[in-house]
């Protein structure tokens, strides 16, 4: 029970637990900005969740909406970036390499004006922070890459979402605690005329966030297999392959879906960018979007930030850069290139700062089995992995 108090000018109000109300003051006192907004959220496993997140977002700008997309890797509206109070964000000062054709050899320029990736996901008051600055912007839409963990420190308890995505756990099993706040952030909504909810049906977990819906939000599901799922002869997938072609260059797959057949070639490589497109295509057709627009958007995205990025200057060969900073997560960037019909797998590597030499032998390792030619660098970066495939 709440006691208010008051001393002077000042006045207190004392609760027995302040972050079970934290998120209801954060949302007043920023005039719950989510309101303001046509709201997305997209959880699950981290890579997946972000890189469904840019497909929405290019979906939904391709119908000249003002999106903003908050994610792991930062936070902009269009081409700005944003700090993670919401501002517009500018450089301390100018890049001093930004007009060369290259650096000069062993000499780093000096540059502390870059944007800096966020190290944690936003608490309460950040993300009504955030969507307020969105909103001060001039966003018409918010897409959130929330991945579970988000999801448990119950970050987003005050925001209203017309769209939740579940892309699903990754490569296990999902954990119990992922499955409930899941099913808490499905629970919530509770208007089957404006709130949509997107699983994919590929998860186990699928049944009971479905169920966790069903009294709300009207769900729409989608798949990755070419086999879809089916029960009594009819697709337990609303949207689903038809056929995958992968390459070392692109993607391109046909959909099955409600408003018909849809053919899409993108520049993301990999058999899990079918799992992220298909869910990109649900949320467009869950949020009203046309075929044209959701083909002109899927279609615009060039790569996700450290998610097998295709480089292409006009070379004959294919250059891909990924993130991989552990030996499992370079096994299965390699492994991807492998199925897409790499040849020749060139790979340079190099361990992030700090590792002990069990870790960068392992990495070494996996890359050594994996890889025609490797080369190992001797200085660390963020980025630890880039391969080049024939």
Same mark, same amino acid.
């Given at each position: 029970?709440?006691?208010?108090?008051?001393?002077?000018?000042?006045?207190?109000?004392?609760?027995?637990?302040?972050?079970?109300?934290?998120?209801?003051?954060?949302?007043?006192?920023?005039? *719950?900005?989510?309101?303001?907004?046509?709201?997305?959220?997209?959880?699950?496993?981290?890579?997946?969740?972000?890189? $469904?997140?840019?497909?929405?977002?290019?979906?939904?700008?391709?119908?000249?909406?003002?999106?903003?997309?908050?994610?792991?890797?930062?936070?902009?509206?269009?081409?700005?970036?944003?700090?993670?109070?919401?501002?517009?964000?500018?450089?301390?000062?100018?890049?001093?390499?930004?007009?060369?054709?290259?650096?000069?050899?062993?000499?780093?320029?000096?540059?502390?004006?870059?944007?800096?990736?966020?190290?944690?996901?936003?608490?309460?008051?950040?993300?009504?922070?955030?969507?307020?600055?969105?909103?001060?912007?001039?966003?018409?839409?918010?897409?959130?890459?929330?991945?579970?963990?988000?999801?448990?420190?119950?970050?987003?308890?005050?925001?209203?979402?017309?769209?939740?995505?579940?892309?699903?756990? +990754?490569?296990?099993?999902?954990?119990?605690?992922?499955?409930?706040?899941?099913?808490?952030?499905?629970?919530?909504?509770? *208007?089957?005329?404006?709130?949509?909810?997107?699983?994919?049906?590929?998860?186990?977990?699928?049944?009971?966030?479905?169920?966790?819906?069903?009294?709300?939000?009207?769900?729409?599901?989608?798949?990755?297999?070419?086999?879809?799922?089916?029960?009594?002869?009819?697709?337990?997938?609303?949207?689903?392959?038809?056929?995958?072609?992968?390459?070392?260059?692109?993607?391109?797959? $046909?959909?099955?879906?409600?408003?018909?057949?849809?053919?899409?070639?993108?520049?993301?490589?990999?058999?899990?960018?079918?799992?992220?497109?298909?869910?990109?295509? $649900?949320?467009?057709?869950?949020? +009203?979007?046309?075929?044209?627009?959701?083909?002109?958007?899927?279609?615009?995205?060039?790569?996700?930030?450290?998610?097998?990025?295709?480089?292409?200057?006009?070379?004959?060969?294919?250059?891909?850069?990924?993130?991989?900073?552990?030996?499992?997560?370079?096994?299965?960037?390699?492994?991807?290139?492998?199925?897409?019909?790499?040849?020749?797998?060139?790979?340079?590597?190099?361990?992030?700062?700090?590792?002990?030499?069990?870790?960068?032998?392992?990495?070494?390792?996996?890359?050594?089995?994996?890889?025609?030619?490797?080369?190992?660098?001797?200085?660390?970066?963020?980025?630890?992995?880039?391969?080049?495939?024939?």
């Amino acid at each position: 029970m709440a006691q208010v108090t008051a001393g002077g000018t000042i006045a207190a109000v004392l609760v027995p637990d302040a972050s079970a109300v934290i998120h209801r003051l954060a949302k007043t006192f920023y005039e *719950d900005p989510a309101s303001a907004l046509t709201t997305v959220c997209v959880t699950g496993a981290a890579e997946s969740s972000t890189a $469904t997140s840019f497909l929405i977002r290019a979906v939904l700008a391709a119908t000249q909406q003002q999106v903003a997309l908050l994610t792991p890797l930062g936070y902009a509206l269009g081409a700005l970036k944003l700090t993670s109070r919401g501002a517009i964000w500018e450089p301390d000062e100018d890049d001093p390499t930004r007009d060369r054709l290259c650096t000069t050899p062993n000499f780093l320029a000096p540059y502390r004006g870059k944007y800096e990736a966020p190290t944690s996901p936003p608490d309460v008051l950040g993300v009504q922070q955030l969507l307020a600055g969105c909103v001060d912007a001039g966003a018409e839409t918010a897409v959130l890459a929330a991945p579970v963990r988000s999801l448990r420190a119950s970050a987003l308890h005050a925001c209203r979402f017309d769209v939740a995505v579940w892309t699903g756990a +990754g490569d296990g099993p999902a954990a119990e605690d992922d499955v409930v706040a899941a099913e808490a952030l499905l629970a919530a909504m509770a *208007d089957p005329k404006t709130q949509r909810a997107v699983l994919c049906v590929d998860d186990g977990a699928t049944h009971r966030l479905r169920a966790a819906a069903s009294a709300g939000a009207r769900a729409l599901t989608y798949s990755a297999q070419l086999d879809r799922p089916v029960a009594d002869g009819s697709p337990l997938a609303d949207v689903y392959p038809l056929s995958v072609d992968l390459s070392i260059w692109d993607t391109t797959v $046909t959909l099955a879906t409600p408003l018909g057949d849809i053919t899409l070639r993108t520049a993301l490589v990999g058999a899990h960018a079918v799992a992220d497109i298909a869910a990109a295509v $649900t949320v467009g057709i869950a949020l +009203g979007a046309t075929v044209d627009t959701i083909v002109a958007g899927v279609e615009s995205v060039r790569g996700v930030p450290g998610q097998l990025e295709s480089i292409d200057e006009g070379q004959p060969f294919a250059v891909i850069v990924d993130g991989a900073r552990t030996p499992m997560a370079l096994e299965k960037a390699l492994k991807t290139v492998r199925d897409c019909g790499a040849q020749n797998v060139i790979t340079v590597v190099g361990a992030t700062a700090g590792s002990d030499k069990a870790f960068r032998a392992a990495l070494g390792r996996m890359a050594h089995q994996l890889s025609d030619v490797l080369i190992v660098r001797t200085c660390a970066a963020r980025r630890a992995a880039g391969c080049v495939g024939r």
